[in-house]
Structures are given as structure tokens and as C-alpha cells.
């Protein structure tokens, strides 16, 4: 009786893990993006900022108040075959700010949390198993406030996946990109672990 009861726990255990790597797999969890108040997929991949990867944003600039911004992210991480990313955008004083928009809703889509922060993140197609290298990236606009904001920060966390369709052997990057005070958007080594980055380059 015991065994069966071993077994039946084991059998449990596994179909739960399988779960939740499919259910990451279709967008991960919000909150999870390295912002203030928030975890990383780290908490559940590990290995955060451990690679030889980078996440990238490129976006429009400078941005003028009241307009649309074309936004495209990648993953970088030689070696790897499967990616996902999630996104959020914060005023200074950390609340969300302007609209996050899908275009490509095959490959992306937009969550909101209970305390109002929108998040952009992959969906299942949206992970291109089997890509190797870098991610083909997503596209998506965020539509900026039509009062000035003044500094806005893009936190985003990337994860480059080894396609095991479990939370092995996966890395998970983060990093910030900040429109400032001239809506000048930084590029990655401008940031503060872009620049610790590039020391090891």
C-alpha cells in the first residue's frame, strides 16, 4: 500500500511540473519582469544573469508625448533554442504608465495585475522552439501619455530556453532601458548592467 501511495505522489508530483512548464511556456506569470517590488523568471528558471546572453529593446527616438512607439525585443544566448520575454513599463514614481499595445497577437499579449502595471510577454507560438541563437523578436508598441511623464523605465526580464519543456537549463536576463528627461531612449551598455556587462565582453 505504502508504494502505490509513493508512486501516486511521484505521478502527482510530475504531472504538476509538466503543468507549469507548459502553462510558462503560453506566458509566464506577471510581476516577473525584475521592477520594483517584483521577482524575475529567475525565480523559478534560476541562472539570472549568468550567461553569455542579453535581452535587447530598440524603440523609437526620441518619443514625443502622445505618440505610438514601435518597440521590438530579442533574446540573445548562443546555445540555446527557445525564448520568452515579459515587459513592463513604470513612471518614476513606479506606477504604470501609457499603454502597452499588441500587434503580432500570434506571438505576444498583454496582461494586467492587480495593482494596475500592464505586462507584454510571449505566447505559446510566440517562443520559436527549436530557433537557435537569438529569438526572431517581438514587436509591439507602447503608446505613450499625452501629458510629458518625464522619465519613464522599460523593465524587462528575457528567457533563453533549452526547449526541455521544463525549467532546466534555462538562463533568464534581465535588464532596464530608460526614456529620459529628452526622451532619448538608452541603448543596453548605457544601463547599469549593460555596462558591468561589458566589461566581460
Same mark, same amino acid.
Request: glycine letters at 12%; proline letters at 6%.
Given at each position: 500500500?505504502?508504494?502505490?501511495?509513493? *508512486?501516486?505522489?511521484?505521478?502527482?508530483?510530475?504531472?504538476?511540473?509538466? &503543468?507549469?512548464?507548459?502553462?510558462?511556456?503560453? %506566458?509566464?506569470?506577471?510581476? +516577473?519582469?525584475?521592477?520594483?517590488?517584483? #521577482?524575475?523568471?529567475?525565480?523559478?528558471? @534560476?541562472?539570472?544573469?549568468?550567461?553569455?546572453? *542579453?535581452?535587447?529593446?530598440?524603440?523609437?527616438?526620441?518619443?514625443?508625448?502622445?505618440?505610438? !512607439?514601435?518597440?521590438?525585443?530579442?533574446? *540573445?544566448?548562443?546555445?540555446?533554442? +527557445?525564448?520568452?520575454?515579459?515587459?513592463?513599463?513604470?513612471? @518614476?514614481?513606479?506606477?504604470?504608465?501609457?499603454?502597452?499595445?499588441?500587434?503580432?497577437?500570434? *506571438?505576444?499579449?498583454?496582461?494586467?495585475?492587480?495593482? #494596475?502595471?500592464?505586462?507584454?510577454?510571449?505566447?505559446?507560438? #510566440?517562443?520559436?522552439?527549436?530557433?537557435?541563437?537569438? &529569438?526572431? %523578436?517581438? &514587436?509591439?508598441?507602447?503608446? &505613450?501619455?499625452? !501629458?510629458?511623464? @518625464?522619465?519613464?523605465?522599460? /523593465?524587462?526580464?528575457?528567457? =533563453?530556453?533549452?526547449?526541455?519543456?521544463?525549467?532546466?537549463? $534555462?538562463?533568464?536576463?534581465?535588464?532596464?532601458?530608460? /526614456?529620459? %528627461?529628452?526622451?532619448?531612449?538608452?541603448? $543596453?551598455?548605457?544601463?547599469?548592467?549593460?555596462?558591468?556587462? =561589458?566589461?566581460?565582453?
Amino acid at each position: 500500500m505504502m508504494l502505490h501511495v509513493i *508512486r501516486l505522489v511521484a505521478l502527482v508530483s510530475v504531472i504538476a511540473f509538466a &503543468s507549469i512548464a507548459v502553462a510558462f511556456s503560453t %506566458g509566464p506569470p506577471n510581476e +516577473r519582469t525584475g521592477a520594483p517590488g517584483e #521577482g524575475t523568471c529567475a525565480d523559478c528558471h @534560476g541562472n539570472l544573469n549568468v550567461g553569455d546572453g *542579453r535581452i535587447v529593446v530598440q524603440a523609437d527616438s526620441p518619443y514625443v508625448p502622445g505618440e505610438t !512607439v514601435d518597440v521590438t525585443v530579442w533574446v *540573445r544566448d548562443p546555445g540555446q533554442i +527557445r525564448w520568452g520575454f515579459e515587459l513592463t513599463v513604470l513612471d @518614476g514614481n513606479n506606477l504604470p504608465v501609457g499603454d502597452l499595445i499588441v500587434t503580432e497577437p500570434t *506571438r505576444t499579449q498583454v496582461s494586467v495585475a492587480g495593482n #494596475g502595471r500592464q505586462y507584454i510577454k510571449h505566447t505559446a507560438l #510566440g517562443t520559436d522552439n527549436g530557433t537557435p541563437d537569438e &529569438s526572431p %523578436g517581438w &514587436s509591439f508598441q507602447w503608446a &505613450s501619455p499625452a !501629458v510629458d511623464p @518625464g522619465s519613464v523605465t522599460f /523593465y524587462i526580464a528575457g528567457n =533563453a530556453a533549452n526547449g526541455n519543456f521544463a525549467n532546466t537549463g $534555462d538562463f533568464i536576463y534581465t535588464n532596464v532601458y530608460i /526614456y529620459d %528627461g529628452s526622451h532619448s531612449f538608452l541603448i $543596453d551598455d548605457d544601463t547599469t548592467w549593460g555596462m558591468i556587462k =561589458a566589461l566581460y565582453r
